[in-house]
Each structure stands twice: as structure tokens, then as C-alpha cells.
């Protein structure tokens, strides 16, 4: 069975940092290309981050740059969120999502979605 399957979640004080990690199951990510999005209570999902097949591409939403650093580890089949700095517009549910490529990121088509894990950052 194929899956994603999204850790690291928690409660945090704004200004504290956080490192999500997304694993795959029955898949190597080898040749996909792996987004975070996030959804906000009451709003919609959006991108945050994505990373290409080999890494050297990385993308980022404007609200998270240079707080946020996508990585990931083709050998041991994960990809990591690190997030610093956390704010407390950044609660939501994370999830992280596949596609598969040749080139690239971007959050558009995504074929396989984990369940998500939750960031909640508050005083």
C-alpha cells in the first residue's frame, strides 16, 4: 500500500521551532516531487514548501521564507520541514503530498497525500 505518512507535529510557543518529517511506504520517493501545504481552521489549504526529486529545486511560500527550510533524504525514503521562528499563524494541519516528475516543484497535481499532523502554536 502507498503511503505518506506525516510526524513532528505539536504545541509550540510562538517564536519556537518545530521539525516535521514525512515517510513513505510501499513507494520510493526517488522520483517525486514532495510539497507541504497546510490548512488553517476555517481556511483553505495552501503550499508552503516543495522540494524537487533531487533537492537542488526548493520552493517556498512567501509568509514562510527564510524561517522554514524543506530538505530531503532519498536514501531513508523522508523529506523534512524544519520550521523556526513559528508564529501563531502558523497552526494548522501539515500534510505532505507526492508527485511524480522529472523536473521541478510545484503545488499543482499531486498524486499521493498523507493524513497530516497538526502545529499549533500559541501562548
Known amino acids: 500500500q502507498l503511503q505518506l505518512v506525516e510526524s513532528g507535529g505539536g504545541s509550540v510557543q510562538p517564536g519556537g521551532s518545530l521539525r516535521l518529517s514525512c515517510a513513505a511506504s510501499g513507494f520510493t520517493l526517488d522520483h517525486y516531487a514532495i510539497g507541504w501545504f497546510r490548512q488553517a481552521p476555517g481556511k483553505e489549504r495552501e503550499g508552503v514548501s516543495c522540494?524537487?526529486?533531487?533537492?537542488?529545486?526548493?520552493n517556498y511560500v512567501d509568509s514562510v521564507k527564510g524561517r522554514f527550510t524543506i530538505s530531503r533524504d532519498n536514501a531513508k525514503n523522508t523529506v523534512h520541514l524544519q520550521m523556526n521562528s513559528l508564529k501563531p499563524e502558523d497552526t494548522g494541519v501539515y500534510y505532505c503530498?507526492?508527485?511524480?516528475?522529472?523536473?521541478?516543484?510545484?503545488?499543482?497535481?499531486?498524486?499521493?497525500w498523507g493524513k497530516g499532523t497538526l502545529v499549533t502554536v500559541s501562548s
Open positions: 503530498a507526492a508527485r511524480r516528475v522529472v523536473a521541478g516543484c510545484d503545488f499543482h497535481g499531486m498524486e499521493f
Open positions: 522540494i524537487s526529486r533531487t533537492g537542488i529545486a526548493r
